[in-house]
């Protein structure tokens, strides 16, 4: 205790404007909207961007937060637009509130004979009608776009006929399984737009990231150039990493030592920015986290001046628009000092220029967070950004190494659009809309479209004619595909007094989160499982809060079914990509009360589960394990501790979340006869997570042993080697065996990296 909890600081100087004139394409009316929109002089990257995609080249403009993008897309479009009066545009954003700024933002320019309109889940039916018709700018999201716009393209002919700008906002928020999706759902726009002869140019915009050209071109299926060097003013700031310290006097699960959380951490340093007068915006993981936050920063004002705990609110998601701009408002004229919030704030709302960001818990993705931080500083004014650490590996690896996480590039986003269980219920969809050619399936892939073609027909969905493949039955496969999840039927959670469906699951985890007697938390209300219906797809719940939490108990089991690549280093390690089954049987579960005290385990009769998916792992020898000073009887506890450490530090090289992706360890595995640790992808067919673990495979391990070497515990805890979803309680763990598993492991793959004879 009283130990400093600052691990390192670090000062970003501030960036001057560079702003140009007007290009001579840019016609005076449309100059004056923008300066009656306060835009008198344009920045030199808005500039650029817009001018290749009025020369009819794809683009992806990547700058940082607050850097105008908009702009960049909104001049090429109304160009395009007042020049032809019957071009339309179209633009997606990844959440509806995104959606809904930008149109505010695009209309608020005020240019005639635009009719800008949104057009989604939110949009009552008549006015729909309208908006097919007249809308010449129609903002909408891929769900939108791929249940009510696609398989209905005929009613929208004179929308598609001249269709000449494609705008995708916060692309970097597609990656993974639904990234997969919406990467096929734009061929499938491209192919509908040319069927009505259109072939619209396309104007992506991302946070900055490390290659924003081939991320963008992977998603778009066009070529697309990147404008990168961001030209806006910028204030200093000081970004301080910080880690909240162990507690004595608590113990966790199998006695280990416990944090302050991050939570109460982050209300202590809202606090002390409240009373110091500083415009602070804390962003907390769950809205739950968020009440919590905001409450106990305005208890602790309370006591220091009783008018300050007024001027402290929560903010989360479901917030009526005007109930989240007078928040943003109060907080933008500083009669509001203090917001917590969820995520829900990080895309586009228009907060910047704060004094001050706390970012509690890495947000996932490093253009996440420089997002969120991005929210302090003005030009002129110098800011603070708080990144405090959760206890799990990967912030404890970000705050005891600063450069991974201040120096590095924003990490590029992983995508796989030629997952056949991705790809299969996209063909579908795409064939109901116009028969397949052989020319599209170039488009969607070659190859690996034409195998699920032809699985398509040996089912019987699609029927080979001489023009093409078309779809066969009556009925539109598109609501049975849900481009958020994994492919599967979800599971609709259900409570049973009120029919209320609370949300859904998905299948392959339903049996660990929804099993009957599981605790289940629902923004921030507790419910208790009732009845798991695999077969109907349905688990009932009722509201009860007990005090105890449940942990289901897993027995996994992992078989490769083909191997892709394997690399072998002489005889002590190997490792490989390949395609593996992965069995997990959920036998029961644990009640434990907050203090980590375990109640009880309580049996449960549930079927098994099996998922096809992509997994990495490696191999190491008994020679290596015994050199490395492993112990026979430690094995499974080193390589256990080894892989729980490994699935929490992915994320930092694939854009996943460590629930994306599992992992099995074992001192013999019987497909490769020796000890193995495998991570595998949590969706059927993979996203991409583990075959980027294998391409980073070096980098991925030798963070992974720093994070567990860098935690301060005797034998492991949260911050390092235990995992809050580990099938078996976390035991055994071997946090020292995993530093020597991993130290060994490395050690032999960089020699044989680097020896040309190898
Ligand atoms: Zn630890
Ligand atoms: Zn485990």
């Not at 892939?445 to 009556?474: C, N, Q, Y």
Request: glycine share 8%.
């Amino acid at each position: 205790m009283g130990e400093n909890p600052l691990r390192h600081v670090r000062e970003l100087p501030e960036r001057p404007a560079t702003s140009v004139p007007w290009p001579d394409w840019v016609s005076s009316s449309l100059r004056s909207a923008f300066a009656g929109c306060g835009v008198s002089a344009p920045w030199a990257h808005q500039v650029e961007a817009a001018t290749r995609a009025h020369a009819g080249r794809h683009v992806v403009v990547a700058t940082g937060t607050a850097s105008g993008k908009s702009l960049a897309y909104q001049v090429p479009v109304l160009t395009a637009l007042a020049a032809n009066p019957r071009a339309t545009a179209l633009y997606l954003s990844p959440t509806k509130a995104l959606g809904a700024d930008q149109l505010r933002s695009a209309s608020a320019l005020g240019v005639a004979e635009v009719r800008a309109a949104s057009f989604d889940g939110d949009t009552p039916l008549p006015e729909r009608d309208w908006v097919r018709a007249h809308s010449r700018w129609v903002f909408t999201n891929p769900d939108m776009l791929h249940r009510g716009i696609l398989p209905a393209h005929a009613k929208w002919a004179h929308f598609f006929r001249r269709l000449s700008y494609v705008v995708v906002d916060e692309c970097h928020g597609y990656r993974g399984v639904f990234g997969s999706h919406v990467a096929l759902l734009l061929r499938r726009l491209r192919r509908v737009a040319r069927r009505y002869g259109s072939d619209p140019v396309f104007v992506l915009a991302s946070a900055t990231v490390s290659d924003p050209a081939d991320s963008a071109s992977l998603l778009s299926g066009v070529p697309c150039e990147a404008v990168t060097l961001d030209s806006s003013p910028r204030g200093a700031r000081t970004v301080a990493l910080w880690e909240p310290p162990l507690l004595a006097e608590l113990a966790g699960e199998n006695g280990a030592p416990v944090r302050r959380s991050a939570g109460a951490e982050t209300a202590r340093i809202l606090t002390d920015l409240v009373v110091e007068g500083a415009r602070t915006l804390a962003f907390v993981r769950s809205r739950r986290g968020a009440e919590l936050t905001a409450l106990s920063a305005r208890h602790a004002l309370s006591e220091v001046d009783s008018s300050l705990p007024s001027r402290v609110a929560a903010y989360r998601a479901g917030f009526l628009p005007e109930e989240r701009r007078a928040l943003e408002k109060s907080l933008a004229d500083g009669s509001l000092l203090g917001v917590a919030s969820t995520n829900a704030l990080e895309l586009g709302v228009d907060i910047a220029g704060l004094d001050a960001v706390v970012v509690a818990g890495y947000p996932g993705t490093l253009a996440s967070f420089w997002q969120q931080a991005g929210r302090a500083g003005r030009a002129g004014d110098s800011a603070l950004v708080v990144f405090v650490a959760q206890d799990n590996p990967l912030d404890t690896y970000l705050v005891h190494h600063p450069s991974a996480m201040l120096d590095k590039a924003v990490e590029a986003t992983v995508i796989d659009p030629t997952n056949p269980y991705v790809l299969g219920p996209q063909l579908a969809c795409a064939a109901m809309e116009l028969p397949l050619t052989d020319a599209c399936l170039s488009t969607f892939g070659g190859a690996a479209a034409r195998r699920v073609v032809d699985e398509l027909v040996g089912d019987g969905m699609l029927r080979r004619r001489p023009t093409g493949w078309f779809w066969t039955s009556r009925e539109r496969p598109h609501s049975s595909v849900d481009i958020r999840g994994s492919g599967g039927e979800q599971i609709a959670v259900v409570e049973t007094d009120s029919a209320r469906m609370l949300g859904t699951v998905d299948p392959g985890s339903a049996c660990a989160t929804v099993h009957p007697g599981a605790v289940y938390l629902h923004q921030g209300t507790s419910f208790v499982v009732d009845d798991l219906d695999l077969e109907s797809g349905l688990a009932m719940v009722h509201r009860e809060d007990p005090e105890w939490s449940t942990m289901p108990r897993e027995q996994i089991d992992i078989s490769v079914l083909s191997t892709v690549e394997r690399r072998a280093f002489g005889a002590d390690v190997s490792v490989s990509l390949g395609e593996v089954a992965v069995t997990s049987h959920v036998v029961g579960y644990l009640r434990r009360l907050p203090s980590g005290q375990v109640l009880d385990q309580i049996p449960l009769d549930l079927p098994e589960q099996t998922l096809h998916t992509r997994a990495v792992w490696y191999t190491l020898s008994e020679a290596l394990l015994a050199e490395a000073g492993v112990a026979h009887r430690d094995v499974p506890g080193a390589l256990h501790a080894a892989e729980h450490a490994a699935i929490g530090l992915l994320p930092l090289f694939a854009t996943c979340d460590r629930w994306d992706i599992g992992g099995v360890s074992t001192a013999l595995h019987q497909d490769t006869g020796e000890a193995t640790v495998f991570v595998h992808d949590g969706h059927p067919g993979g996203a991409g997570f583990a075959d980027r673990g294998h391409t980073a495979l070096i980098p991925w391990l030798t963070a992974t042993r720093d994070a567990i070497a860098a935690c301060e515990c005797p034998a492991g805890c949260p911050s390092c080697v235990q995992s809050p979803k580990c099938g078996n309680g976390n035991e055994p763990l071997d946090k020292a065996g995993a530093v020597a598993v991993l130290d060994a492991v490395l050690r032999v793959v960089t020699a044989r990296n680097q020896s040309p004879a190898a």
